[in-house]
């Protein structure tokens, strides 16, 4: 936020339009506090919303947006669900509404498969199997995916250089078999 929009915030909080919604997110730092404490005064309603931190609320917050959906989903989807996508809140409840518009009935395990299972699948060693038999564009998906879901990408690379050094081994021994 610039100084002009914290100006204009808060003179819009003494005498805002009724026909009008504003939404305001703060990070919770210092800048732009008096333009939450103008709008407090004002009597604006005030909705907090905690960062989404532990797993345990990940999986409640996807069990809540298909609970407010009014559409069952069974405990293993919520699980893959979770995590395929990952801790961003953002790309779960996006995740979850394309699910409840794309699959009828209960949501399924194998529903959360056919649409996120690439991601729950995308370990060190499944990239570095795509890469090492020449499927580069599923590495390069598989990579996306991992990294997305939050995977260091330290073990990716180990995963990688393991498949490499053995393939090494393999080659350097058959040479030295066939030389004999």
């Not at 990070?27 to 989404?52: I, N, S, T």
């Not at 559409?71 to 996006?94: I, K, T």
């Amino acid at each position: 936020m610039n100084d002009d929009f914290l100006e204009e915030a808060i003179a819009y909080a003494a005498d805002p339009d009724p026909e009008v919604v504003v939404i305001l997110r703060h990070g919770g730092a210092v800048r732009g506090k008096k333009a939450l404490d103008a709008w407090r005064a004002a009597g604006a309603a005030e909705y907090l919303c905690p960062a989404v931190k532990r797993d345990s609320e990940l999986v409640e917050f996807v069990e809540g947006e298909f609970g407010r959906a009014r559409r069952a989903a069974r405990p293993q989807a919520v699980r893959a669900l979770v995590d395929a996508v990952g801790a961003d809140v953002s790309e779960l409840a996006s995740a979850c509404l394309q699910l409840l518009s794309d699959v009828p009935g209960p949501i399924t395990e194998e529903a959360v498969s056919t649409y996120y299972g690439s991601r729950v699948n995308a370990t060190g060693f499944a990239v570095a199997d795509a890469a090492i038999v020449g499927r580069t564009a599923d590495a390069l998906a598989l990579v996306r995916h991992s990294l997305d879901t939050g995977t260091d990408p330290v073990p990716l690379v180990a995963a990688l250089a393991s498949k490499l050094r053995t393939l090494a081994t393999v080659g350097a021994a058959k040479a030295g078999a066939s030389t004999r």
